[in-house]
């Protein structure tokens, strides 16, 4: 049994965590860390816990969290790196739900988080948690940058393109029209965020740039083995009245000598062994519903004409997208079964 | 053509009174105050009203505010009494959506919302704006306080059992069973009213204790003639998970004298001239969306047990529930035909 | 590890059951019928269920069935019980999900169901499966009638005050404002239940009478053990835009008697050995969704005057208002933990 | 004041006709038929309608509908085109919402239909009734097609790169990323369809071939002028968890010359006097919910790299994407205001 803290359990990422950890058969949560919300039970908070837990928010301690042997920061942009380099001092995990540790450049992340990174030799170090593709990294690494959610449906979407393959397809006209549901944008109270400004309503936001771009076009490139290839891809993301639930669909260019495999046997052979991502038969369409609550994945392929390809992919954004494939890394970071409390299966209706 | 003002445009209270108003034959908006958006096109924040006004917000100008025939207070409670007495000098007329004007008790009022009133003098001038029962104090009044939501559904609820009634109900035993939809909380920032708090969920709310409860007593002892017969009364509002809609499921005891009436018939008789409350058939079940965006309240009857009577009662907690109503006090008191501006049909679906 | 046959897995208790069974520690799904999907993998129509069962859909075959140790029967009234005599005569216990063995009174059963029942013998040695209150008799049941959703409800928020307990309440004003997700009404192509008819609409349904009251009635008789004291209680349940979730608001008059009594502290008391009913502090207002998923009721009381109590319980009609329930009964029945397969946590957001 | 006829009333498309069309100042409803609902009153069905109409469904009677001067066909493709050619022998005009008469080609309209067309002549000289483009044919049209939904974003979201325009676009690269409300789907008693599953559900569907697919082809033909140069598009619709609104993410390559164009401009004065088309200001996001039961389509432009172009496009599905944009057509007709009874402020919230 390992012993677990998570810095800013309040938002929907920490409360997901919890969910997810309070039934974790190896690992137990020790110490829950609230700027506000230092001395409140958290059931108080998220009655779903009640129950379940006994746990109290306490201020952010380094001592304390030093004591764990993993901590999740599910924070803001910008906390974890403040405190990583102390605390990975003596041999504490860091798993990152935040931005803090994606973006290997740093010049990206300074711009699209207008702050400058704190502990560059920590980000250095640390490794891209997108479980599936960086699984032997992530075994050894000390710190986790967890993917957002956007890139975590592109890369497991793409990867199989793009992975050990040349010339599979025209990776400068990738078209993602990406669409989330509202948990998405997190807890936080906005007049942009209120029931009667999303609730019967669609819309594209972020058109003009949104932060999840640079990290799908660095992890595509990581992926891919080249740089500046994706120079061009397109990213457009909607948010979609509902709470959970995310859907990529992907528009790619296929190369002529795509057009001579079957993409279907190769999505199917890739992910053959992988418990999260589930490729279905021919012409299904992944329902977001299907994955409410599970740490799943499911992608499904459409090729409309020989030279075009349509991938959609679904998960659950604060599950495969945030708070399971973080407990996923901690599996394999722990060297324990890597679906330890992740066999839950989706709730539907 | 009369010139309206309106306080406090960026509310639901207030754009919904923009989206009546100019459709509205008679009257013209000039002047739309906002405390934070001076200078801004209301319809830059709000898209539904591009192409139909180029109106923007101003400061908050009492002399231009006085050159309007009517200015409508959409503001948080305790604003309009701050400028009524100012404003009615020179013979403009004032409609509040607020609580300012609506009891005439001042200690209720200093108890429920937690300041002294400003101008007792001009509330005790006022007019209690429930059109249907008031409405030949409405045609004369300068000042109008526009009721709640809730209290609109109980008083035309209930007001067949009481107006020059005796004896048809116990007054000590009404329990009221009410439902709205969210933006029946206004538009604010704050945590519970973000859409993943609210979606998919349902719950009550303030049974500890509600504003509206003593507006109801108040009106009701003022419907039925006699004071102190509803100090028993139990008002237990709900939050459902739809933007606009309000439903109060009313039951009644029922005495011996109203047994031996058609209260079917009562109830038809009472509202027959009334063109926005429809007493459905019996055996109906009123749903909100059949008033969806219309100024209409829809009343139906069930008596399970002969001493039993359920009152269900539906309305658009925006329209009739607040800014359509006032636009109805308004042509009163202007002499316009009461439906002016007010005859959309709901939106359904 | 027991062997489980569900008759009619294609309707949501269906599903809801294979969701938890699946991840039951001691019983494994063997056979699953349906009348018309017979052959088809249950996971090509719940995609939630990819990865986790390989099952079939089977027409139904008594054999097959009597093969297992204990079979739910999730279809619509009047199903089970055809076949429960045979089924029964080789030891295999049945949970009938629909009402047939929920109602011992006959002449209630075929007036609100439509139909004589064809066996009231081993309806008359079944039990009624509210576990918490029929525990010892669940145990040795071969036969278990699960109760209603809203039944489920109002039973565990009342039983505290009818229970071993003698003039606490008027039994014969209670009034149940009850209201319920719309899976509540099953899986079913029918005008009424479509997403335009119901999403951002609120509304009474059943107001002239429901399947469940005359259960309640009956429920709660045996509770309180006298008979036709709750003849005049009031049931009206509304359907709120939500999927799963259920709150039923209940007003109570309280005698003399009870008013010199601490009813939050009889609620806790009564309910301080159960897993699943939590009796919540005062001043609280269960939200559905703080049980979304999960096999949990929780309650709230109020006193807003010495003579009046209300009680507001919140469930997911799926869980502990069915499926939950039945596999709740099924552990007892197997003398397994009680809480075996149903200690996941709710998923909020 | 012209007499209507609506053929199918019970449907969306028909009960939005009659919402819309009981407040036009020159148009009456006098006929109004359904297969199974004749002699029961419209308001019945539909309460939003109680106290607006005494309409009473009838039978399809063609006399009675020959009398109109304008039938709409609101019924499942196939009805219109069995009566079209007796109900215009006397003058009648017919709008038909379905896709009767959207398809010049036979071939096509049989394929994705799956019925021969009864009357080709007749077709043959209908007019395509998308109102902005093809507004001169439109006034002495006999017979029109109403285009489908998401055909009218994409040929107003378009039209300005292709009409009287050479060489501005790859017109074999479009790609249409579209998301529809429910509402879209009709008013079926579908499993598919009912509230539990679509809410909080997002999915794709119609990927391997829609029927819209080849009606956007044939539209865009003829916007442009040139056949075949369609071929490739892409068009992926999918579904949203609201009732209404409709929003197409449609992405472009622009060619060089485009490159040279300030393309906001272009749309701009495209569209400078259309009363229904907004071309919103760079940067904006046009949400579904700021044209809700509103006549209007909004457009946005984004040009994330000099040779792509994103153009976002909303509407109401059951508005200007079909009962409203009939009604303008029927307004061009009969020489009225073309905004006559379509000027109404879209819901919002």
Chains 1, 2, 3, 4 share one sequence.
């Not at 001592?63 to 901590?71: H, I, Y």
């Not at 860091?94 to 502990?119: P, T, V």
């Not at 599970?294 to 599950?319: G, M």
Request: charged share 20%; with cysteine; hydrophobic share 40%.
């Amino acid at each position: 049994m390992i012993s677990v803290g998570i810095v800013g359990g309040t938002g929907y990422t920490g409360v997901e965590l919890l969910r997810l950890l309070l039934r974790h058969p190896k690992a137990q949560v020790r110490v829950l860390t609230s700027r506000t919300e230092a001395g409140r039970r958290v059931s108080d908070m998220f009655p779903s816990l009640r129950g379940h837990t006994d746990l109290e928010f306490s201020d952010l301690d380094l001592n304390a969290l030093k004591q764990c042997d993993v901590v999740f920061f599910a924070t803001p942009h910008g906390v974890a790196m403040q405190h990583a380099e102390e605390l990975i001092t003596t041999g504490t995990k860091l798993i990152d739900l935040a931005a803090d540790f994606r973006l290997q450049n740093l010049a990206e992340f300074e711009k699209w988080y207008g702050m400058q990174h704190s502990c560059p030799s920590v980000l250095a170090d640390s490794v891209y948690g997108l479980t599936e593709l960086n699984r032997d990294k992530i075994k050894n690494a000390q710190v986790i940058g967890n993917p957002g959610c956007y890139p975590t449906t592109v890369q497991l979407g793409l990867a199989p393109l793009l992975k050990d393959q040349h010339n599979l397809i025209n990776t400068q006209s990738i078209i993602i029209d990406a669409k989330s549901g509202v948990s998405g944008a997190g807890r936080k109270a906005s007049l942009g965020m209120i029931y009667s400004e999303n609730a019967d309503n669609f819309k594209a936001y972020g058109v003009a740039g949104h932060r999840h771009h640079p990290e799908i076009v660095e992890a595509l490139e990581n992926i891919s083995g080249a740089k500046g290839q994706f120079s061009q891809l397109i990213f457009v993301p909607h948010l979609v009245p509902m709470i959970r639930g995310m859907l990529s669909t992907i528009y790619v260019d296929l190369t002529e000598q795509a057009q001579q495999i079957n993409l279907q046997a190769l999505y199917e052979s890739f992910y053959e062994n992988e418990r999260f991502v589930d490729v279905m038969p021919a012409n299904s369409s992944p329902e977001t519903r299907s994955v409410r609550g599970a740490n799943e994945l499911r992608i499904a392929l459409y090729q409309p004409q020989p030279n075009k390809l349509i991938v959609l992919v679904a998960q659950d954004n604060l599950v495969k997208g945030a708070a399971g494939q973080a407990i996923q890394n901690m599996n394999l970071m722990f060297n324990f079964d890597e679906a330890a409390g992740l066999e839950g299966i989706g709730l539907l209706p």
